[in-house]
């Protein structure tokens, strides 16, 4: 019987496809198993492994798998790797049958089936079929992951090699290591380098301590997150966290989430911050990429800041079953010690650790206020301060006040902006954290930010329909003209404050929220109505501005530029989604570094556009604004060479 089942073996390998020695199906991938090769006498053979991903559904990709030989200091993706678990050994490299794709810095297979070979020596024995065992590990991606299978251990039947077959020399201490770099190498189970027939006791406890440290390491490194795709997932394994007895911590997130990137490449990375989250069930819930999880967010926790931490667990005295939970949304650096403990607390579920909205407001708020007075100093708005302030004297001749006239027309301006900000939070307010993640929109911001880049760079002028102004109100007189008038000039204007206004709109309403937006634009608003404003209630000072002149049009290169820049960053989130492999850390950092280098040689007077004058000589405030920008080329340049970009970093999200 026995040599039977051996020839059986032998006869399937030889003429054609071997025989399953299992088949496994889990988290979208099938695995089937077979031997090949299979040589008793000199007792080798080689574990095939066939791994195929779902494929996708009408117009999609199917899913990927990340290669096996990932470094060992890789910060995401699971290799898709076969470990032989003693008796069973490992006698050679694990090889594939695709070639390399590099998605994002990390090594894939193309999309589809792969085939991984592992050669192997057979367990000890007389030529029975014996009981034994792999590891298997991969994670299947398109444009988000599907859970990792890291080290499920697959049991299977294979022949023993022969006792009478020459024994294998046994390995010596310095072997060992060698065998334990080339595994950790690898970054795989050292249990391929435990054989007790082998090595002396001596050896097996230097292996072991290697291989406890090296585990320890890695568990100590990096969270070990959990991704589901959809909420039923992200329930259940709340559920099964807290029948293991732990508590589910939730990271509410996703890639066009600065805030989120920020925290999740310092704070996130701290060794006393990874095995706090370690410690519990780590759920990552991406809400840029799937619809449902946003949802889910809005609709049980009545939320859409990013990021936001809620802890769940359940107490042991509680009796009812009902999980306690905790949140926390505070954004801060990875040096300020006293929030770290704080956040420390409430991940070991800590009582009142809640905290913070997301929101930076003093940035919000400086991005609104530079953003109107940037605008203020466009072709199309400041030539219109001495205009508007003319028609007011006008009138003022004809004994209506000055003050007041300019009052109108500041708050016609403001009720124009914070009106907008309410529409569009009124409208997307339910769904904008979902939206603003979502490629096609980020798509469509970029595409416009290109194009507004391209008409402050004279392309082609922008301007709305004709007659919208006197429908608009016009110059008429009166305190309600000039309210009208200030309408006017915000609608009319769209060219110049579209582009800085968006900016700011597209922040101020991230959150949904209607306080936000009325606050975000009322600020950037103001910027621009308040010298109209103060300009009327001291004329005087009319004389002492600069006049409208050749260097707003150097403004507004200056604005093209960055408009340019600008668009970069959506198109990383585009391009993180659908996977072009173009707008990348490294070619949107050198784009951004070659932008600086022109904004120099321009301000320097080396570039001239068609309206521009000669640069006859640099004056201080040229001279500082050109070497300042030459700093930032450098400064990203070391970026390149793999330099902390700081706050930029935000921008470039991590492949999961």
Partial sequence: MRTLLLCLVLVVTVAGEPAPLAVFNKHAVAVTLTLDQVDPTAGTAVVVGRFVPEAGALGKPGLHLYTHDLPKDAEAGVATRINAVPPLIATGALTADRAVVVREGLRTYP???????????LPPGDGNLVDAAV??????????????????LIRIRIPSRKAESAPTPGLGLAEIRAVVAEELAKRSSLDAALDAGLVSEKVRA?????????????????IRWQRPHDRASAEQLIRQAHADGKAAILDFTGPSCANCQRMAKTVLRLPEVVAAWNRAVAIEIDTDSHADLAAWQQERFQSQSRPLYVHLSISPDSGTGA??????????????????????????????????TGQNWSEFLMLALFG????????????????????????????????????FYGAGIMACFVGLGLLVTGVFGASLAGLAGHPVTNLLVALLFAVFGLSLLGAFFLRLPSGWEDRLGGARAGYLGAGLMGLTFAVTAFTCTAPFAGAVLAQAVATGSWGAAALGMAVYSAAIAVPFVALALVPGLLTRIP???????????????????????FLVIC?????????????????WAAGAVVLALYLFGFIRMKDDEPV??????????????????????????????GVLESFFPSVP
């Fill in 616 to 645: 006859p000589r640099l004056g201080l405030v040229r001279l500082g604004l050109g070497t300042a920008c030459i700093a930032a080329a450098l400064w990203l340049a070391a970026g390149l060479a793999g330099g902390d970009l």
């Fill in 206 to 222: 230097v292996v072991v301590e290697e291989l406890e440290r090296s585990r320890a390491q890695d568990q100590g490194r990096l």
């Fill in 111 to 121: 999309d589809g089936p792969v085939t991984l070979r592992l050669p192997v020596r």
């Fill in 323 to 356: 999980a306690t939970e905790t949140r926390w949304s505070e954004v801060f650096a990875a040096s300020d010690r006293a929030t770290l403990d704080r956040m420390l607390a409430f991940l070991n579920g800590g009582a009142g650790s809640d905290a913070g």
């Fill in 372 to 407: 109107g007075l940037f605008t203020l100093l466009m072709p199309c708005t400041y030539p219109m301060v001495p205009f508007t302030l003319n028609v007011f004297a006008k009138q003022a001749a004809a004994g209506r006040k000055l003050a007041p006239l300019a009052l």
């Fill in 547 to 569: 006049r409208a002149g050749a260097w707003m049009n150097e403004l507004k290169v200056i604005g093209g530029i960055v408009e340019f820049a600008a668009a970069l960053k």
């Fill in 135 to 152: 590891r298997l590990s991969y994670m299947a991606c398109d444009t988000s992951c599907r859970f990792p299978v890291n080290g499920e």
């Fill in 575 to 591: 391009d993180y989604h659908w996977g072009w492999g173009v707008f990348g850390r490294t070619s949107v950092t050198a784009a």
